[in-house]
Structure formats: C-alpha cells, structure tokens
C-alpha cells in the first residue's frame, strides 16, 4: 500500500540541491515555513512531485538529507495529510512528540504550530487539504456543527484509516493515468468527493473539542514578531502592532498556540538561531546577541532544553 518507488511518476520532477531554492519551492506550494539542514555539510537532494485534484494537491517530497522543519505561524487554512513513503520522520505537534514511518498517517493542523525532523531517507506522500473545503464536506455530511479536530501524534493505518489509504492509493494511480490526457471534470470532482468522506471518517476525532480558531490579532501579532525577530520585543509592543490590549494577547495566544506570546517568540528565535548554526555561523555569542538574547547563558540553556543540545555542540557537529 502507497509503497510504489513511482508514486506519481508520471509529473514531471522538481529537483534542487539550493536549500533556499528548495525552501522557496515549498513555501509556494504550502506556505511559510523555516527549515535547516541538521548537518551544514550535508547533500541536498529534493525532489518533489505534484498533481491535483480539483482543489486538493497531491504530492511526493523528499530532500535526500537530515532536515528540520518548523512552521510556527498560520500563512494559509491548508491542513496536510502525510503518509511516509520510505524512512522516519519525527513530529512535534500540540506538545506532544510522535515518530512516524511506513504503516502510519499524520495531519499536520495549520492551526498548531508544528515541527519536523525528516530524515535523510525520509520520502513522503503529503495531501494538501484547503480548510474550507473540509468544512464544506462536513456540511454536506450535514456535519457542519462537527468541530475539525485530528490526532496530534502518528496515527496507526487500520481500521477506518486503512481504507482511507487504500483509497489515496487508487488515486495516486488515476492520477498518473490521467496525466497524458487530463481527467474528466465530473470524474474529478466525485473522487475528490469520495476522497474527502474517507478523510473525514477515518482521521476526524468528533468526541473531541480541540478545535483552535486563529483570530486575526494573532497573525498579526505573529507576522509581526517574525519581522522583529532581531529585535528587542516587549508584549506591550506587540500588543500594540495587533491592536488589542496586553491581556486579551495572552489569552488569544494561549487559545490558539498553547503558550504564551514570549513563549512563541522564544521559539522562533530558536528556530532561526539554529537554522544560522547549522549553515555558516561561526560564534555562538553572535547568534544569541543577533536574535536579541541579551544573555549567552540563557540562550544556550533554552537551546538546549529545545535541542537536547547546546549551540556550541550543534556547531561542532556541523564539522
């Protein structure tokens, strides 16, 4: 099931060994993210696949090196259902930590921040799902008071799931049938239908009320500490930017993120700290001081309490 090394072989490849070129590749097709290589001297070797379905876009990902991936911020209402095609890769997805491989499923909800270690074997299947279209599919299931709401950790296929892959399986292959000369309109759209309803039935947990609406002040808020990651940062100011008051921002942020706003930002700034580690940076204090930690002590504690590492260790290992 899904195992085929020419999942959809049929459209044609995109193939770069830039991780900034692959960086801007992807951020096209699902959007904002950040992502460094584990090892600065590692190959690079992505290669992505890409069809669609009427409004669902099918694709086959792999990047050929140890790569972490973090997406901390809302840039679309796309969730993403990723099958592993061939090795592992570890989530970290509403504080709960999951490892995935062949035999299982994972949704990535584009209303919790997420991250990613894929390894260097790493091939995946992922299926980009437009929000709206769920939510039309939940009403047409007259479901429409249902709540979207999806597993944080890998999923097992069995069951519901196994159909659902089953399913994503014949589709792959209609879809490189149909390369050569398109698929008919009315075709489309009732296996998208059918593709859905399988979704929804083996991924939807509707016992569950986790649903977290992003309200407007958070994005902003959230574009806002990205374009200010270099600089210092109060809550007052950031406040400010979303035009909301310092206690409706915490409450905001502690609904739709589950932590505070510090707390993201902290981690964006880690993020991009050890994106810089990891390709080309040559001082652990000039880091910490560029991403406005005023102190290398705390930087490297929080870093290693993120990574398991401390930042000098990650630049000795990118040797």
Request: with cysteine; proline share 4%; net charge neutral.
């Amino acid at each position: 099931m899904l195992d085929s090394p020419g999942l959809l072989g049929h459209f044609p490849p995109v193939c770069v060994e830039d991780l900034s070129a692959a960086h801007r590749h992807v951020t096209q097709h699902f959007g904002a993210h950040l992502i460094s290589k584990s090892r600065h001297d590692a190959d690079l070797r992505f290669v992505h696949r890409h069809a669609q379905l009427g409004s669902l876009s099918f694709n086959t990902l792999s990047y050929g090196a140890d790569v972490d991936v973090h997406v901390g911020w809302v840039d679309r209402p796309l969730f993403l259902m990723m099958v592993p095609l061939e090795g592992r890769a570890q989530i970290v997805q509403g504080g709960q930590r999951s490892e995935a491989g062949r035999g299982h499923l994972v949704i990535l909800d584009p209303r919790e921040p997420f991250d990613l270690h894929l390894s260097a074997g790493q091939r995946n299947l992922t299926i980009g799902i437009p929000a709206e279209t769920l939510k039309q599919a939940l009403a047409a299931r007259r479901q429409d008071h249902a709540r979207l709401s999806f597993s944080h950790q890998a999923q097992v296929v069995d069951g519901a799931v196994s159909m659902l892959m089953r399913f994503t399986d014949f589709l792959c292959g209609e879809l490189d049938l149909a390369q050569a000369g398109g698929m008919v309109p009315n075709v489309s759209q009732a296996l998208e239908a059918s593709f859905l309803h399988l979704f929804l039935q083996g991924a939807l947990e509707p016992d569950k009320d986790m649903r977290r609406v992003v309200p407007r002040s958070v994005r902003v808020a959230q574009r806002y500490m990205m374009a200010h990651l270099k600089d210092p940062l109060s809550t007052e100011a950031v406040a400010q930017a979303a035009g909301i008051s310092q206690r409706t921002l915490r409450a905001h942020f502690a609904e739709a993120c589950g932590v505070s706003p510090g707390r993201w930002l902290l981690q964006q700034r880690l993020t991009a700290a050890r994106r810089d580690l990891t390709e080309g940076a040559t001082s652990v204090t000039e880091v910490a001081l560029q991403y406005a930690f005023g102190n290398v002590g705390r930087f490297s504690r929080a870093y290693r309490d993120a990574y398991g590492e401390y930042p000098s260790q990650t630049l000795t290992n990118r040797h």
